[in-house]
């Protein structure tokens, strides 16, 4: 089976930088995903990686190392609307089409 | 592009009931996708359909839940004879021609058993 662990909870304060982690352990690995869900409201795609490195989208940046089954989501110039759960989810060989979801990361930004 | 929506947003139902949710992905997307989620938790994988075949489903759909992609476009899934367990948010996802790690999901359908 797949296990993915990342922090329940994350606190920073606006305009700072945040990094949210994520091991997996998987029994084949394709990709890993990151989402973003506010309270009440349906997952939001942010990124996907399935090669090792840097993906950077605006304020957003996802990071993979296959080699040690790690990734982690890099927010910056943090704004109260960044609170949210962040969820990673891995796509794995053999699989098939489905994403396994950690527990999520909850980001509360204070002023 | 008008995203994916979801239908009915949130159902009341009694034990035993039988309720129907349905999907419209977004037009392109050939793959759809059902998650549920409970509070605290992260969306775990219901069932997975390319275009009108379900190709995946997951050990905890039980006999009591159904789904189908009659003509590759929406889909619907069923839940027979509910259960309080079953109170839940029932997600539905979509995917194009990007594979199964970009999901786009639609605003959900809350579910609450009597």
């Known amino acids: 089976g797949q296990s993915l662990e990342q922090p329940s909870e994350v606190t920073a304060v606006e305009g700072a930088i945040v990094q949210i982690n994520c091991t997996y352990q998987t029994s084949g690995f394709y990709g890993l995903s990151w989402y973003q869900q506010h309270d009440g409201g349906a997952p939001t795609f942010l990124s996907y990686?399935?090669?090792?490195g840097l993906e950077e989208t605006g304020r957003f940046s996802s990071f993979l190392s296959r080699s040690d089954s790690y990734g982690y989501l890099l927010l910056q110039e943090l704004q109260m609307k960044d609170s949210a759960s962040y969820f990673c989810?891995?796509?794995?060989?053999?699989?098939?089409?489905?994403?396994?979801f950690g527990t999520g990361t909850q980001l509360k930004v204070e002023l | 592009d008008t995203g994916v929506s979801q239908d009915p947003r949130h159902k009341i139902t009694k034990r035993g009931q039988n309720v129907t949710f349905r999907c419209d992905p977004i037009s392109e997307h050939n793959r759809l996708y059902w998650y549920r989620q409970t509070l605290g938790q992260g969306p775990e994988f219901l069932t997975y359909f390319q275009n009108e075949a379900q190709l995946e489903k997951s050990r905890l759909l039980s006999d009591r839940f159904s789904a189908e992609r009659p003509k590759g476009s929406f889909s619907t899934l069923e839940i027979q004879r509910t259960e309080q367990g079953d109170s839940a948010m029932y997600l539905c996802?979509?995917?194009?021609?990007?594979?199964?790690?970009?999901?786009?999901f639609g605003p959900g359908t809350r579910l609450l058993v009597l």
């Open positions: 996802a979509s995917s194009g021609g990007l594979g199964a790690g970009t999901q786009y």
């Open positions: 990686n399935a090669l090792d």
């Open positions: 989810a891995v796509k794995v060989t053999g699989g098939g089409n489905k994403l396994t």
